[in-house]
């Protein structure tokens, strides 16, 4: 699949300055580490508190995704401790990026975009969710707000010829308690979407509110790549 560099849209949603692209592949280190927001880029000493605690738990959660989830990319420097651009004091939420390696499908491009955007978070960006909520020392430190996943795709037709390849994003904040209180089960897939806060891209183009929904689904859970062994030293 043809990645487009989320870097412009990652400044529309979270406020932050795009990433550097390397100009070389990275080794299988730098490939987890420059997954993470570096302390430089953090503006405030509550985020900077919060990278400089929580570093090596994020670092093996990086590990995590991309050793024991090939199928998903994250964009380079998103995980860590954001604040949203809505966010009215500095409240942090406890964030990822993920590209699925979603191809051209026709049946996938019939669907209707809101529909589209509630499958792929309901479907991948909830479980990076889930993940995130067994990090312990992350879960339960007051200066976390909340989480925040966003899930990126490659937008249906966009391998058409003389098309520029551009993806379809859903940026999904929750704070912590509701959505610790749905994984528990204490509230319903449709409270999770009230108590949500959502942002919706066609490329770089935000889209005004969609009726987006959330709903159960556990594929993430059993899914698996056949003849996959993940990295040495990596445990799914």
Known sequence: MARWVAGALFAV????????VPAAPPTAAEAVGNKLIPLERYTTAKGQGLARAHQERLYKYAEHVWGCLPW??????????????????????????????QQDDPQFAAIPQPRRMSAM????GMDLMRRMATIHDVVTDANVQGFSVVTS????????????????SVAVFVDKKSALDYMEKRISAAELTTKSRWLAFDGQKELAALPLEIWDDFFMATFKVPNYEPPPGITC
């Open 13 to 20: 949603i979270l406020g932050v300055a795009a990433a550097p």
């Open 153 to 168: 795709w490659l937008k249906p037709g966009s391998l058409a010829p003389g098309v520029q390849p551009v993806n379809e």
């Open 72 to 101: 998903l990319d994250v964009q380079k420097q998103s995980i860590g401790f954001q604040r949203p651009k809505f966010a009215e004091g500095d409240d942090r939420y406890f964030s990822t990026w993920i590209i699925v390696d």
């Open 121 to 124: 978070f309901s479907r991948f």
